[in-house]
């Protein structure tokens, strides 16, 4: 019999996990569809499980499931429903008349009401900085679920009544279906609002909260995203005493998540990374320069993904004067795992 198999963990492997435990931060409260979690609430009593966002983004996120099907009465299995327009609504919108949440058998069930409902409940929920619905569906989809008419699909694509509801009484609230994260960019901009969202509140809090200490800190990263918008930010903390502290705070925070929410592509970081190997070139030897600037152009060619030229600048401003809070929050992103790959 091999001993070592049923073994606990050696004293050196006990310590790297209480000091990984330490390390790692509380995880973040963010809402979710059950079925993506491989809860069986579908209609058909099936799941849609999400492997990644469960096993990988799960380390990081304290998901809250929601099946809001299930959540207002609705059995497992049950008929299907579906978004159906308003009769006096054109095939090229649904706006302003929102679609109805009606069974596709039995047209006299409508539970449009009662999942709008849901999500302005679930929306209350102060603890949430994020969420992560499931596309296509009639109560959860963020953006092109079929509208269907008496004849059929029409022209128009609707937003699921719960999503639509949860999103309108929470604007702010970093959201995504699950096929956004297989998008580096796009699940980029989306870990990276809602963990910026998790650090505002957690400011708030403490009551420790500084608007302008923490647009400092985030100012690299909010200019790799939408540079206007950060002047533009900026410009309004300068002009803080003109508003009342309350009011500029939501004022400010909404514009945050508004610039974080376009995502940045590689040309944009590549011309943050420039700037900060600018700033510490002179320290550098000319072999280190010459890594650097390298690195660099593999970034630009795709070779590498931007966790590499990141890594090795983060190195070299450890050492360096000039560094800062911005120059942190943007080299060393948290969660690192979830940066893009090569």
Wanted: glycine share 10%; net charge positive; proline share 8%.
């Amino acid at each position: 019999m091999d001993v070592r198999a049923h073994s606990g963990p050696t004293a050196g492997q006990q310590r790297s996990r209480r000091e990984a435990s330490r390390a790692r931060p509380a995880r973040i409260p963010v809402g979710i569809s059950s079925c993506l979690l491989g809860e069986a609430v579908r209609y058909d009593g099936g799941h849609k499980r999400d492997a990644w966002i469960v096993d990988t983004l799960g380390q990081w996120f304290e998901y809250r499931p929601v099946c809001p099907e299930v959540a207002i009465g609705l059995g497992v299995p049950r008929p299907p429903i579906r978004l159906e327009a308003a009769p006096h609504a054109s095939d090229a919108s649904d706006a302003p008349d929102a679609p109805r949440v009606k069974g596709i058998a039995d047209p006299a069930l409508d539970v449009t009401d009662a999942l709008e409902a849901l999500g302005r409940e679930v929306a209350g929920n102060d603890e949430l900085c994020g969420y992560i619905f499931k596309a296509g569906s009639p109560s959860c989809g963020m953006e092109g679920v079929p509208v269907h008419g008496p004849d059929g699909p029409r022209a128009a694509r609707g937003r699921g009544a719960f999503a639509r509801a949860l999103m309108a009484a929470r604007p702010g609230l970093p959201c995504s279906e699950e096929w956004q994260l297989g998008d580096p960019a796009l699940r980029e901009s989306f870990v990276r609002r809602v963990v910026v969202r998790h650090r505002w509140r957690q400011g708030v809090e403490s009551g420790a909260l500084d608007v302008a200490g923490f647009h400092e800190r985030h100012r690299l990263v909010l200019m790799a995203h939408d540079p206007a918008a950060c002047r533009r930010l900026g410009s309004m903390l300068a002009d803080a005493g003109r508003t009342p502290p309350p009011r500029l705070a939501e004022a400010y925070l909404g514009g945050l998540m508004a610039a974080l929410g376009r995502p940045a592509g590689r040309e944009d970081h590549l011309g943050i990374l420039r700037r900060l190997l600018r700033t510490i070139e002179a320290n550098l030897t000319a072999s280190e320069r010459g890594e650097l600037h390298e690195c660099l152009e593999d970034y630009r060619r795709g070779r590498v993904g931007r966790a590499i030229p990141a890594r090795l600048l983060r190195h070299h401003y450890r050492q360096a004067p000039q560094r800062s809070a911005a120059v942190d929050t943007y080299l060393e992103p948290w969660p690192a795992e979830l940066q893009d790959r090569p």
